[in-house]
């Protein structure tokens, strides 16, 4: 099993919502990362988890709160977005933090 | 990797060509280098990596070539495909891990049949 499965693949939220995004892998990674990618632009880095402990904060604003419950799952859970932070979400994993990069096909996200 | 705003550098080619994607990186520091190729639709899927020590590496019908001295990667693609239309991402990290990894600014390639 070489896959990294998110969940929702879309979601439409207001702005006083609460919900949360979720990502699995059976991989046996114990480098777990969220990335936010706007239209037409790369993937930046929001959150790194190394063997379950956050390790990387890349100054995301509090609204997006990480977690990772065990060393396969990692969720993020979303509370008093904007509109700007519509975007596709993606989660990667990776042996410790080097080897090969492994994304999800990420969650739309979009903020009303 | 210039700045195109909401407009990403496009490539179009024939089925058959030979394609050259270029990128221009930032840190003389990065220890490696990866290509990433992202459909629509979907997440970014790793291609090929090359490491700083390397000027060179093939993979099948893929080549990756560094220039240390200008700081430039390319992706030739051989033989193009259909398929292979995607946004093609360099990234550059340091041995430190993928923490510290960067995605340069992207180009899409269109083929025609």
């Known amino acids: 099993d070489t896959e990294v499965t998110q969940t929702p693949k879309h979601l439409v939220m207001g702005m006083t919502n609460k919900k949360s995004l979720k990502c699995e892998q059976h991989m046996g990674h114990r480098a777990m990362y969220w990335y936010k990618q706007k239209a037409k632009k790369p993937p930046e880095l929001m959150f790194v988890y190394s063997y379950e402990k956050l390790s990387i904060n890349e100054s995301v604003p509090s609204r997006f709160s990480p977690e990772c419950p065990n060393s396969s799952l990692l969720n993020l859970h979303l509370h008093a977005l904007q509109p700007e932070d519509s975007a596709l979400y993606l989660c990667a994993s990776s042996q410790d933090e080097v080897g090969e990069l492994f994304f999800g096909e990420g969650s739309r996200l979009t903020v009303l | 990797g210039e700045s195109v705003g909401l407009h990403l550098p496009t490539l179009s080619v024939q089925e058959g060509d030979n394609s050259i994607i270029n990128c221009a990186y930032s840190?003389?520091?990065?220890?490696?280098f990866i290509w990433y190729k992202q459909e629509s639709g979907k997440g970014p899927q790793f291609i090929i990596d090359?490491?700083?020590?390397?000027d060179k590496r093939q993979g099948q019908r893929v080549t990756v070539l560094l220039n240390k001295t200008v700081k430039h990667l390319s992706l030739q693609i051989a033989a193009t495909q259909p398929g292979d239309s995607a946004v093609y991402f360099c990234?550059?990290?340091?041995?430190?891990?993928?923490?510290?990894?960067?995605f340069g600014k992207g180009t899409m390639l269109l083929v025609s049949p």
């Open positions: 090359i490491r700083s020590n390397m």
């Open positions: 840190n003389s520091a990065s220890d490696y």
């Open positions: 990234a550059e990290a340091h041995d430190s891990g993928y923490s510290t990894l960067t």
